[in-house]
């Protein structure tokens, strides 16, 4: 191999490749997905500054114990996008626009330090008409906190590609 | 929700009750009241490139510049939906959520068109509904439709969201 890689046969690596596609679907379907993410409070001062969100609740420790929480309450956006992040290999990653979220109910506070997890269950699938070689799925998310606790559950839809024939 | 609830505690220190605007309580949001937010925000770098790898979202077509050269979505990284969301949000917030106890629920979300970096978002509500919550009797819940739109005016999301909000009428003597 030359120093500027001319001769590297890339093709002789195969890829190795993540997530599902349509046909991996099925109706009932439960997905316990990867990893898991403890929250810390530099993922909800930089999240909630980034996304122009500077409520005290989320940024002033003072004035959310006050309002009876142990610390800051973590932005449920970032509750609610890292749980979709965690989702994202088993559910999105293989290709397809997000169509939409619905029923999205935060059911209890996330302070820092707390640890969530999040599992799906397919609802629905169904081919798409407007656009052949994809279809349409949708799965319910729940959200759980250390102490099993449900802090979140949403339903999500996304265009997802077939395998190619 | 399981939140902490104040019973008959009095209201927030002087101090703390200073920190939030006068306004923005449950009695000044009316059916139909719609609010142009004054501030837009540039996504780039650190709202999308960094928050999408932040939150574990491992489709890399938010953070590889060539990953969609080609195809349908357009040149470069297309910004999460939900960072959209969240910042749509977020521009709402002081004008939404400054004496709000919690976030309740969203609905409906829905991305319209991609968005990239470079573009700004630009945030719209509608209050579509407000009422009383039995469980929280010094606040209310306020139903918010918002609509983040670009620097082009292109409508790229749209959602409901509703909000525990604080009562004048107990947490403002």
């Known amino acids: 191999m030359t120093a500027t890689g001319d001769g590297f046969d890339q093709s002789s690596f195969p890829l190795v490749t993540h997530g599902h596609h349509y046909e991996d679907f099925s109706d009932g379907q439960v997905l316990v997905h990867h990893w898991g993410r403890t929250i810390t409070e530099s993922d909800n001062v930089a999240f909630s500054t980034a996304t122009c969100n500077w409520n005290p609740m989320h940024l002033n420790a003072e004035f959310a114990e006050a309002h009876g929480h142990p610390d800051v309450v973590v932005n449920p956006m970032l509750v609610l996008c890292t749980a979709v992040g965690l989702s994202v290999e088993d559910l999105s990653e293989a290709g397809g626009p997000f169509l939409g979220v619905d029923h999205a109910n935060f059911h209890r506070s996330v302070h820092p330090g707390d640890t969530i997890t999040a599992t799906s269950t397919v609802l629905s699938r169904r081919e798409s008409v407007s656009r052949p070689g994809t279809g349409i799925v949708t799965w319910h998310t729940e959200v759980h906190n250390q102490r099993g606790q449900l802090v979140l559950d949403y339903r999500r839809t996304n265009l997802v590609a077939r395998r190619a024939r | ?173």
Do not use: C
């Not at chain 2, 019973?7 to 009695?27: H, K, R, V």
């Not at chain 2, 969203?106 to 509608?126: Q, W």
């Not at chain 2, 983040?148 to 003597?173: A, C, M, N, P, Y």
């Open chain 2, 1 to 173: 929700m399981s939140d902490p609830k104040r019973g008959d505690a009095p209201p927030l220190a002087p101090a703390l009750a200073a920190l939030t605007g006068p306004s923005g309580y449950f009695e000044d949001f009316q059916v139909g009241q719609k609010m142009a937010h004054a501030r837009a925000a540039t996504v780039g770098e650190v709202e999308n490139g960094w928050m999408s790898k932040l939150v574990m979202n491992t489709a890399q077509a938010h953070w590889n510049e060539h990953y969609l050269r080609g195809g349908p979505l357009g040149e470069g990284r297309v910004v999460f939906g939900l960072i959209t969301a969240s910042m749509v949000i977020g521009l709402t917030s002081q004008d939404t959520a400054e004496n709000a106890l919690a976030e309740v629920s969203l609905d409906e979300l829905r991305f319209l068109a991609p968005v990239h970096h470079g573009d700004t978002l630009r945030a719209f509500t509608e209050v579509v509904g407000t009422q009383d919550d039995p469980a929280h009797p010094d606040a209310g819940r306020v139903r918010f439709h918002h609509w983040g739109l670009t620097q082009d005016d292109r409508v790229v999301f749209e959602g409901e969201r509703t909000v525990l909000i604080k009562r004048r009428s107990h947490w403002s003597r």
